[in-house]
């Protein structure tokens, strides 16, 4: 028996109709839209260029951007897999290329479910600090979301007379019962799509914490390199914290740095792995310390902790954020000493700011400018 190929054709549940897949689109294109620009941000926020700017206020604004990208990455992902379920008969067309452009645009079609899948498959594990595959996760996710972005414009580009028309078109009208219709695939997408965002949402929206179970970070204030594992866990009693400056060095044990003025504030961690938590720090303010070793108000700071062999090791407060009140030389933590894994003897926490660039186990500032 010959088994006969499916024509394109052949296909008739309202899910391939040209309306649902248009407004699948385009539910899709806003989530990619948001997470491309938050996801732009954070990185350039970590790897600012000159011209870049980025406010230490509103506290929290680093941790909406970047709620809103793991958020609208998690929304994506049921809303490409029901997109290319809407389009997959379309494999079945022939001839496989009508035409020289026809095939690279089927071509470019290929490019983008595979730069769309890539990113949101490396932003799950991320979250999930599965970090199953070998190479360095910032530069390679941040790479491939242009690839994503550049093919999804020429896709919309080149789609766009049938995306109008299509979405024109009420997906109303012609249901058969006991069929599945137009507007039931696209709501049964939504509810999916909202159920994966509530599921997770939680990680960084305070009062969805409670209701979701997939949230991945659920501690109070979840802990992300511990003390132990950093080599963090004894402080030398010597300790001393060392301040360079241009005019020379000045160091400080725990004692003095207590004695200085202290300011408390309510500031997020906001990890760029999507999960924030809010807590009440108390410390010396960057500020504060500036003018305690004479340096110029607003000076940039270089941060180095003592931990050794890490990526993380350093972090650069820029100006914004040294002339922020609220930047803190963390000493205590709800009112307790700082405890070894949330970075004692002091730590930086500075308002709208990447978790990663919150360094812990400080031993040395260096005032550049
Ligand atoms: N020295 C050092 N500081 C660090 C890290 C680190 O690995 N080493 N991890 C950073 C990251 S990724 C985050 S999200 C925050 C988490 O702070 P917490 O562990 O106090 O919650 O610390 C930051 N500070
Ligand atoms: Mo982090």
């Not at 001393?240 to 004692?255: E, H, M, Y």
């Not at 040294?322 to 894994?341: F, I, M, P, Y």
Request: aromatic fraction near 8%; include cysteine; glycine fraction near 8%.
């Amino acid at each position: 028996m010959k088994v006969k190929v499916p024509a394109e054709e052949d296909f008739k549940s309202a899910a391939h109709d040209e309306r649902v897949t248009a407004r699948l689109g385009l539910w899709l294109g806003i989530c990619f839209g948001l997470c491309f620009v938050t996801g732009l941000l954070s990185h350039a926020i970590q790897h600012p260029p000159t011209w870049f700017y980025w406010p230490s206020r509103p506290v929290n604004l680093y941790r909406v951007t970047q709620g809103t990208h793991v958020i609208s990455g998690v929304a994506a992902i049921p809303l490409l897999l029901a997109k290319l379920w809407s389009v997959y008969p379309k494999l079945f067309a022939r001839p496989l290329a009508k035409s020289l452009v026809n095939l690279v645009e089927r071509g470019s079609i290929l490019l983008l479910s595979a730069a769309a899948f890539f990113e949101l498959i490396t932003g799950i594990l991320n979250v999930a600090q599965n970090y199953a595959f070998p190479f360095f996760f910032p530069p390679v996710h941040y790479a491939v979301a242009w690839i994503a972005v550049g093919s999804i414009l020429i896709h919309v580009a080149v789609k766009l007379p049938i995306v109008r028309r299509a979405l024109k078109a009420s997906t109303k009208g012609d249901e058969r019962p006991g069929v599945l219709s137009r507007r039931g695939f696209l709501r049964s997408t939504g509810v999916v799509t909202g159920v994966a965002v509530v599921a997770t949402a939680g990680a960084t929206v305070p009062f969805l914490r409670r209701v979701s179970p997939l949230s991945w970070r659920t501690a109070d204030l979840p802990v992300n390199r511990s003390a132990l594992a950093a080599g963090m866990t004894r402080l030398d009693p010597g300790w001393r914290l060392k301040v360079i400056t241009p005019g020379g060095t000045r160091q400080f044990s725990l004692d003095e740095l207590n004695k200085l003025p202290q300011t408390t504030a309510e500031l997020p961690i906001a990890c760029v792995e999507g999960w924030s938590a809010s807590a009440t720090w108390t410390g010396v303010s960057i500020p504060d310390l500036l003018h305690a070793v004479g340096a110029a108000p607003g000076a940039e700071v270089r941060v180095e902790s003592m931990e050794r062999n890490s990526i993380y090791r350093v972090s650069v407060l820029p100006s914004p954020h040294t002339s922020d009140a609220k930047t803190l030389l963390a000493l205590r933590l709800n009112g307790e000493v700082l405890n070894a894994d949330h970075g004692y003897p002091c730590r930086i926490i500075a308002p709208s700011r990447p978790g990663v660039l919150q360094t812990k186990w400080v031993g040395t500032l260096e005032v550049l400018s």
